[in-house]
């Protein structure tokens, strides 16, 4: 069987110099041939890959075949984001992309953590690399990008920084570090995934045993991110591991799953873990660059970075000067002044707690790892096969002195502005085992983690949750706290909820503001669609006009609000505006309201010949390798984007030559699991489980994933065999 993505992909040319081309050797491809012949694939009715192997790096090995198997174009691009090297297939508009990468990890250093990580480790790594590299073996017909031999040092490089988690903006790193050569560039979109969701939103439940009719804790996994960006798979050992959900492409760890003891569900969190530092600098006369320090002047390091960028049939080369204090490298130019970057530094404890929290089989052995406090930008929601059930959020969080608005930049030449430690794990917010049965967090602050305001985690340092309440969250807890005995069922019912929360805060000021109106004409013109959301019970409907008005409405309030904030915008208070939680009517006239929705009704005319259209005329889901297309098949979808409340996140954009709107980020991988005597469970993926689109589970899955109708869980062997669809060793 061969799930690839398609070969019909107009493949981006690539160098002679490609990553360490050099061919396998003879001794190379027979220890990968033995190791295959160690790994056993089962693909279900589905197309789920079940990967059964002797040890856990066999399983390594057989996890990354597959993910060559299913995505290999994807998985090579996640890693060339990572190594910083983006521009040597994109061209030289993701130069400052890569040199953001490259001022905080490189080969070198990744080579040498590699050395410094645990035999077993080691070995995990190694097999990571060589499952890559026997699937490019077995594929000579395979044309990569950039990589022709993947490293085991390459899972080391986990631990960049997301530009937006500094609150930076390109204009500001490229003022510090302007390039003749590169002038007019802008960042290009990058394939390069932080090691959280994409900010785009994500919900994760947990359900004590007492809130469900089997008496068994259940868990809902529903992460949010780029569509065909993930893999649902089971990964099974002879040394323990048996594990199932969804890894990130280019990675060996699940990210967010289960096993038989215990499930995890990470979402984005705002909770505070990275700082900017004004630099005071000077030059010193035949001496270079320094920067004050508590009344001292110390020498800034400097370093080299060449980077190349495809140019035509060629490779050109830029060559930076970058800059270190013992803050972190400096990353950017504002007023004038230097910004370094603090970030914490844990490349090797990060792996290690990713992979060894998915072998977890108690809470105390789960939080162990959790408490090593190396994660940043995650939320963890929990659930086990014992009863219990949490909610932390965050994981790494400094201990800082108060007085600092630690949102923005603070000064770099003094120790008070130092951290000062970090926050134990309970210390940071936390539920564990509410007496209300439940835990929810949908990218939304933790004092509504159980519902109601908690005014003591009020009283906790404000860095730790500068995160809002969502409208996501505000219709979870509405369907939770009116839910006694809930099932599998019950949960993805609730997880599909079309009701819309910002529709029922915004559109009664639209229809008073018409109330209030005394303009004719515009009385006129609005009289229809107005009468049309009065009728309506803010319930999303693909057979609905007034979802139409109110989404496109709505989202007008987006740039709106993002104009109105502070400048610089901090990463925090921008996303609050794109999930929702700030989203505001403040400042706006019940005229520009009215005219907004005008507007509206224009745009629609324009595309349709009349503002009358359903929602699920222009909000739909088609799959392809090509661009969208308004002649070719797809599916009428209800679900609207997170920021309307939609639990069941579905972004949608116009194509380039579309009228239709087509989904392009929401819900991913979905789990509802119940934790009984016996792990039952239902779950879904985007789509399909193949990314070819000649494959039955190219689609498979579509019609599931849009009505919420999920597939069984098969986690026992047992069942998997009788459901198997296909049984093969990697490269046959």
């Not at 209030?516 to 803010?538: C, H, M, R, S, Y």
Request: hydrophobic fraction near 35%; charge should be positive.
């Amino acid at each position: 069987m061969r799930i690839k993505e398609g070969l019909t992909i107009l493949l981006v040319f690539f160098f002679a110099t490609n990553l360490h081309a050099q061919p396998f050797s003879s001794q190379e491809i027979k220890s990968w041939k033995a190791q295959a012949q160690r790994v056993t694939i089962i693909r279900d009715n589905w197309g789920v890959p079940h990967i059964y192997a002797k040890t856990d790096a066999d399983v390594v090995f057989g996890m990354m075949y597959v993910q060559s198997e299913s995505y290999f174009y994807k998985v090579e691009s996640a890693i060339i984001g990572k190594l910083g090297r983006e521009a040597e297939v994109a061209g030289k508009s993701a130069i400052y992309k890569d040199l953001w990468s490259r001022m905080f990890i490189d080969t070198i250093k990744a080579k040498r953590l590699l050395t410094e990580a645990t035999p077993y480790m080691q070995n995990l790594c190694r097999a990571y690399a060589a499952g890559m590299n026997y699937f490019i073996y077995t594929h000579p017909e395979l044309k990569p990008k950039l990589i022709t031999r993947f490293q085991p040092w390459m899972p080391l490089m986990n631990n960049i920084p997301a530009i937006s988690g500094f609150s930076i903006s390109e204009s500001e790193i490229k003022n510090m570090y302007p390039n003749p050569v590169l002038k007019d560039v802008a960042f290009a979109p990058s394939e390069l995934k932080e090691e959280t969701e994409e900010k785009i939103g994500s919900n994760g439940w947990a359900i004590a045993a007492n809130h469900s009719t089997t008496k068994s804790p259940i868990i809902l996994i529903n992460p949010h991110s780029e569509f065909y960006n993930r893999i649902e798979v089971q990964l099974v050992s002879e040394e323990g591991l048996n594990v199932y959900g969804a890894p990130f492409l280019g990675e060996f760890h699940i990210w967010q799953g289960f096993n038989a003891f215990c499930g995890w569900m990470h979402t984005v969190t705002a909770s505070d873990s990275r700082d900017l530092y004004e630099e005071k600098t000077s030059f010193k006369d035949g001496g270079g660059y320094q920067y004050e320090y508590n009344n001292e002047w110390r020498p800034i390091d400097s370093s080299t970075i060449v980077l190349y960028y495809s140019n035509g049939n060629k490779k050109d080369e830029a060559v930076f000067t970058v800059y270190k204090t013992h803050h972190g490298p400096v990353v950017a130019k504002r007023n004038g002044q230097w910004l370094s970057a603090k970030s914490i530094n844990a490349n090797n404890e990060l792996l290690s707690v990713h992979w060894n929290i998915t072998k977890s089989k108690s809470y105390k052995e789960f939080v162990g790892w959790l408490d090593k406090r190396v994660m940043t930008g995650t939320n963890t929601i929990y659930a086990d096969k014992t009863g219990n059930i949490a909610y932390w959020h965050g994981n790494f969080v400094p201990i800082r002195t108060s007085g600092y608005d630690w949102s923005r930049p603070v000064p770099g030449n003094t120790s008070e502005t130092e951290w000062k430690g970090t926050y134990a794990l309970k210390d940071i917010p936390n539920y564990i085992n509410p007496k209300n049965g439940w835990v929810q967090n949908a990218n939304s602050t933790p004092l509504y983690g159980i519902g109601t305001f908690d005014s003591v985690m009020f009283r906790k340092p404000s860095f730790m949750f500068p995160d809002g309440h969502t409208p996501r969250a505000m219709n979870a807890i509405e369907l939770l706290k009116n839910s006694k005995l809930l099932t599998i069922e019950n949960i993805i019912k609730m997880a599909n909820s079309p009701y819309l929360m910002s529709a029922k805060r915004f559109i009664p000021s639209l229809i008073d503001a018409y109330a209030k109106n005394t303009n004719d004409t515009i009385a006129q013109l609005l009289i229809e669609p107005i009468n049309v959301l009065k009728q309506w019970n803010f319930t999303a409907d693909t057979n609905s006009i007034a979802t139409t008005l109110a989404v496109l409405w709505v989202e007008k309030l987006v740039p709106i609000n993002l104009a109105k904030l502070k400048q610089p915008v901090t990463n925090e208070e921008a996303y609050a505006v794109t999930n929702g939680s700030a989203l505001s009517l403040e400042g706006i006239s019940g005229e520009q309201q009215l005219k907004m929705l005008i507007n509206v009704m224009n745009e629609l005319k324009k595309d349709w010949g009349k503002w009358q259209i359903d929602w699920g005329a222009i909000n739909r889901y088609q799959r392809s390798i090509n661009e969208p297309n308004d002649s070719a098949f797809s599916v009428a979808v209800t679900a609207t984007p997170g920021f309307m409340g939609s639990l069941n996140a579905y972004v949608s954009k116009k194509g380039k030559d579309t009228k239709r709107r087509y989904g392009i980020s929401g819900n991913t991988f979905v789990a509802a699991v119940s934790f009984g005597e016996k792990l039952t469970g239902k779950t879904i993926i985007t789509g399909g489980s193949s990314s070819d689109p000649t494959s039955s589970h190219y689609t498979d899955q579509a019609n599931g994933y849009i009505n919420g109708i999920y597939k069984p869980l098969l986690f026992y062997k047992a069942d998997v065999l009788k459901n198997m669809q296909v049984v093969y060793k990697p490269g046959e």
